[in-house]
Protein backbone atom coordinates (compact mmCIF):
# COMPACT_ATOMS: atom_id res chain seq x y z
CA UNK A 1 0.00 0.00 0.00
CA UNK A 2 1.31 4.07 -0.77
CA UNK A 3 1.80 5.76 2.08
CA UNK A 4 4.07 7.20 4.53
CA UNK A 5 5.23 5.45 7.66
CA UNK A 6 6.61 7.07 10.56
CA UNK A 7 8.63 4.83 13.37
CA UNK A 8 8.60 4.41 15.72
CA UNK A 9 5.33 5.48 17.19
CA UNK A 10 6.39 6.18 20.73
CA UNK A 11 9.58 6.68 21.39
CA UNK A 12 11.60 7.74 25.08
CA UNK A 13 14.91 9.37 25.29
CA UNK A 14 17.47 10.59 28.27
CA UNK A 15 17.80 14.43 28.03
CA UNK A 16 20.72 15.51 26.31
CA UNK A 17 20.32 12.93 23.99
CA UNK A 18 20.26 13.02 20.00
CA UNK A 19 17.58 11.11 18.82
CA UNK A 20 16.33 9.89 14.86
CA UNK A 21 12.95 10.22 13.52
CA UNK A 22 12.08 8.09 10.42
CA UNK A 23 10.31 8.98 7.78
CA UNK A 24 9.99 6.94 4.74
CA UNK A 25 7.42 7.63 1.57
CA UNK A 26 6.42 5.56 -0.94
CA UNK A 27 4.25 7.73 -2.96
CA UNK A 28 6.59 9.13 -5.54
CA UNK A 29 6.06 12.85 -4.13
CA UNK A 30 8.72 15.07 -4.57
CA UNK A 31 8.14 17.20 -1.11
CA UNK A 32 8.38 16.20 2.32
CA UNK A 33 7.45 18.15 5.66
CA UNK A 34 8.26 17.65 9.38
CA UNK A 35 5.60 19.49 11.91
CA UNK A 36 5.66 19.70 15.83
CA UNK A 37 2.33 19.39 17.43
CA UNK A 38 2.35 20.26 21.19
CA UNK A 39 -1.09 19.79 23.24
CA UNK A 40 -3.96 21.40 22.45
CA UNK A 41 -2.15 22.97 19.75
CA UNK A 42 -1.89 23.23 15.75
CA UNK A 43 0.50 22.05 13.62
CA UNK A 44 3.70 24.07 13.69
CA UNK A 45 6.39 23.97 10.60
CA UNK A 46 10.05 22.54 11.45
CA UNK A 47 11.62 21.76 8.03
CA UNK A 48 10.28 20.66 4.74
CA UNK A 49 12.59 19.72 1.10
CA UNK A 50 11.10 20.11 -2.36
CA UNK A 51 13.93 18.41 -3.49
CA UNK A 52 16.58 15.56 -3.05
CA UNK A 53 19.59 17.33 -1.22
CA UNK A 54 17.33 20.57 -0.62
CA UNK A 55 15.88 21.68 2.40
CA UNK A 56 14.64 24.38 4.30
CA UNK A 57 14.38 25.90 7.72
CA UNK A 58 10.43 26.36 8.82
CA UNK A 59 8.96 28.52 11.65
CA UNK A 60 10.72 26.04 14.39
CA UNK A 61 14.12 25.07 13.38
CA UNK A 62 16.06 25.98 15.60
CA UNK A 63 17.72 22.41 17.82
CA UNK A 64 16.59 20.35 14.87
CA UNK A 65 18.22 18.65 11.56
CA UNK A 66 17.71 16.85 8.79
CA UNK A 67 18.73 15.47 5.70
CA UNK A 68 17.50 14.06 2.11
CA UNK A 69 19.50 12.16 0.41
CA UNK A 70 16.67 9.85 -0.73
CA UNK A 71 13.35 10.90 -2.74
CA UNK A 72 11.46 8.40 0.08
CA UNK A 73 13.35 9.21 3.10
CA UNK A 74 13.40 12.45 5.37
CA UNK A 75 14.49 11.38 8.62
CA UNK A 76 14.40 14.65 11.24
CA UNK A 77 17.19 14.85 14.26
CA UNK A 78 16.30 15.93 17.49
CA UNK A 79 19.27 17.41 18.81
CA UNK A 80 20.10 17.75 22.47
CA UNK A 81 19.85 21.64 21.77
CA UNK A 82 16.11 21.58 21.87
CA UNK A 83 15.15 22.60 25.00
CA UNK A 84 11.44 21.21 24.80
CA UNK A 85 11.76 17.93 23.00
CA UNK A 86 8.41 16.40 24.73
CA UNK A 87 5.87 16.88 21.46
CA UNK A 88 4.56 14.91 18.53
CA UNK A 89 5.93 14.51 15.63
CA UNK A 90 4.04 14.35 12.22
CA UNK A 91 5.74 13.74 8.53
CA UNK A 92 4.33 14.59 5.85
CA UNK A 93 4.46 14.60 1.68
CA UNK A 94 3.02 16.01 -1.46
CA UNK A 95 3.45 15.88 -5.13
CA UNK A 96 4.88 18.21 -7.15
CA UNK A 97 1.95 19.68 -8.87
CA UNK A 98 -0.45 22.13 -7.68
CA UNK A 99 -3.49 22.50 -5.63
CA UNK A 100 -2.63 19.10 -4.02
CA UNK A 101 -3.32 17.96 -0.57
CA UNK A 102 -0.20 16.67 1.31
CA UNK A 103 -0.43 13.34 3.17
CA UNK A 104 0.51 13.17 6.42
CA UNK A 105 2.61 9.83 8.64
CA UNK A 106 0.40 8.59 12.12
CA UNK A 107 3.37 10.31 14.29
CA UNK A 108 6.08 9.86 16.20
CA UNK A 109 5.20 10.82 19.86
CA UNK A 110 8.49 11.60 21.52
CA UNK A 111 9.11 11.78 25.11
CA UNK A 112 12.06 13.05 26.70
CA UNK A 113 12.93 12.27 30.59
CA UNK B 1 -0.43 32.57 3.83
CA UNK B 2 -3.37 34.09 4.75
CA UNK B 3 -4.85 33.47 8.63
CA UNK B 4 -8.00 31.58 9.50
CA UNK B 5 -10.37 32.19 12.82
CA UNK B 6 -12.41 29.10 13.83
CA UNK B 7 -14.44 28.40 16.94
CA UNK B 8 -12.80 26.11 19.37
CA UNK B 9 -15.45 23.49 19.46
CA UNK B 10 -18.88 22.76 18.34
CA UNK B 11 -21.51 19.76 19.40
CA UNK B 12 -23.08 17.94 16.57
CA UNK B 13 -25.87 14.69 17.11
CA UNK B 14 -25.02 11.74 15.45
CA UNK B 15 -26.79 11.88 12.04
CA UNK B 16 -27.22 15.45 11.66
CA UNK B 17 -25.22 17.50 9.76
CA UNK B 18 -22.22 19.44 11.32
CA UNK B 19 -21.39 22.74 9.61
CA UNK B 20 -18.15 24.06 10.69
CA UNK B 21 -17.40 27.73 9.57
CA UNK B 22 -14.03 29.44 8.89
CA UNK B 23 -13.40 33.42 8.56
CA UNK B 24 -10.89 34.06 5.91
CA UNK B 25 -11.33 37.66 5.70
CA UNK B 26 -7.56 38.26 4.42
CA UNK B 27 -7.36 35.88 1.73
CA UNK B 28 -5.58 36.69 -1.94
CA UNK B 29 -7.29 35.62 -5.25
CA UNK B 30 -4.86 33.15 -5.45
CA UNK B 31 -5.23 31.33 -2.54
CA UNK B 32 -7.66 28.25 -2.19
CA UNK B 33 -9.10 27.43 0.89
CA UNK B 34 -8.26 23.83 2.33
CA UNK B 35 -9.77 21.65 5.42
CA UNK B 36 -8.07 18.59 7.25
CA UNK B 37 -9.35 16.54 9.85
CA UNK B 38 -7.03 15.29 12.86
CA UNK B 39 -8.68 12.05 14.87
CA UNK B 40 -6.58 12.28 18.44
CA UNK B 41 -3.25 11.12 18.00
CA UNK B 42 -3.05 10.41 14.47
CA UNK B 43 -1.95 12.36 11.41
CA UNK B 44 -4.02 14.95 9.66
CA UNK B 45 -6.27 13.62 6.88
CA UNK B 46 -7.21 15.60 3.75
CA UNK B 47 -11.15 16.54 2.95
CA UNK B 48 -11.73 18.92 1.08
CA UNK B 49 -10.33 22.35 -1.03
CA UNK B 50 -11.86 24.78 -3.25
CA UNK B 51 -10.82 28.18 -5.07
CA UNK B 52 -14.48 30.09 -4.88
CA UNK B 53 -16.71 27.41 -6.36
CA UNK B 54 -18.75 25.46 -4.06
CA UNK B 55 -16.99 21.43 -3.81
CA UNK B 56 -18.12 18.01 -2.88
CA UNK B 57 -17.00 14.99 -2.72
CA UNK B 58 -17.34 11.65 -0.47
CA UNK B 59 -16.55 12.82 2.90
CA UNK B 60 -18.15 16.16 3.04
CA UNK B 61 -19.23 19.19 0.92
CA UNK B 62 -17.50 23.41 1.00
CA UNK B 63 -19.15 26.52 0.78
CA UNK B 64 -17.23 29.76 0.40
CA UNK B 65 -19.27 32.79 0.47
CA UNK B 66 -19.11 34.97 -2.84
CA UNK B 67 -16.76 37.44 -1.52
CA UNK B 68 -14.26 34.02 -0.30
CA UNK B 69 -13.64 35.86 3.05
CA UNK B 70 -15.41 33.10 4.74
CA UNK B 71 -16.55 29.25 4.31
CA UNK B 72 -18.27 26.20 5.40
CA UNK B 73 -17.04 22.86 5.93
CA UNK B 74 -20.31 20.81 5.73
CA UNK B 75 -20.64 16.63 7.00
CA UNK B 76 -24.03 16.09 6.11
CA UNK B 77 -24.73 12.64 8.32
CA UNK B 78 -22.15 13.30 10.81
CA UNK B 79 -21.04 9.54 12.64
CA UNK B 80 -18.89 9.15 16.02
CA UNK B 81 -16.02 8.78 13.67
CA UNK B 82 -16.44 12.09 12.79
CA UNK B 83 -14.97 13.55 16.16
CA UNK B 84 -11.88 15.14 15.49
CA UNK B 85 -9.96 18.64 15.24
CA UNK B 86 -10.90 20.58 11.98
CA UNK B 87 -8.46 22.42 10.24
CA UNK B 88 -9.14 25.45 8.09
CA UNK B 89 -6.42 26.49 6.02
CA UNK B 90 -5.31 28.86 3.51
CA UNK B 91 -2.61 28.36 0.58
CA UNK B 92 -1.30 29.71 -2.06
CA UNK B 93 -2.26 28.09 -5.56
CA UNK B 94 0.21 28.71 -7.72
CA UNK B 95 2.56 26.55 -5.39
CA UNK B 96 2.85 22.82 -5.13
CA UNK B 97 5.52 23.03 -2.53
CA UNK B 98 3.69 25.68 -0.44
CA UNK B 99 3.72 24.54 3.34
CA UNK B 100 0.43 24.25 5.31
CA UNK B 101 0.01 26.57 8.06
CA UNK B 102 -2.36 24.71 10.89
CA UNK B 103 -4.01 27.26 13.44
CA UNK B 104 -5.85 25.52 16.69
CA UNK B 105 -8.77 23.65 14.69
CA UNK B 106 -12.48 23.12 15.91
CA UNK B 107 -13.12 20.39 17.64
CA UNK B 108 -16.25 18.48 16.99
CA UNK B 109 -18.05 16.51 19.01
CA UNK B 110 -20.19 14.07 17.87
CA UNK B 111 -22.79 13.06 20.03
CA UNK B 112 -25.04 9.68 19.86
Known sequence: DGGITQ????L?????????????????????????????????????????????????????????EKK?????????????????????SSPATVNTEAFFGQGTRLTVV | DAKTTQPPSMDCAEGRAANLPCNHSTISGNEYVYWYRQIHSQGPQYIIHGLKNNETNEMASLIIT????????????????????????VRVANSGYSTLTFGKGTMLLVSP
Open chain 1, 72 to 92: ESFPLTVTSAQKNPTAFYLCA
Open chain 1, 12 to 68: FRKEGQNVTLSCEQNLNHDAMYWYRQDPGQGLRLIYYSQIVNDFQKGDIAEGYSVSR
Open chain 1, 7 to 10: SPKY
Open chain 2, 66 to 89: EDRKSSTLILPHATLRDTAVYYCI
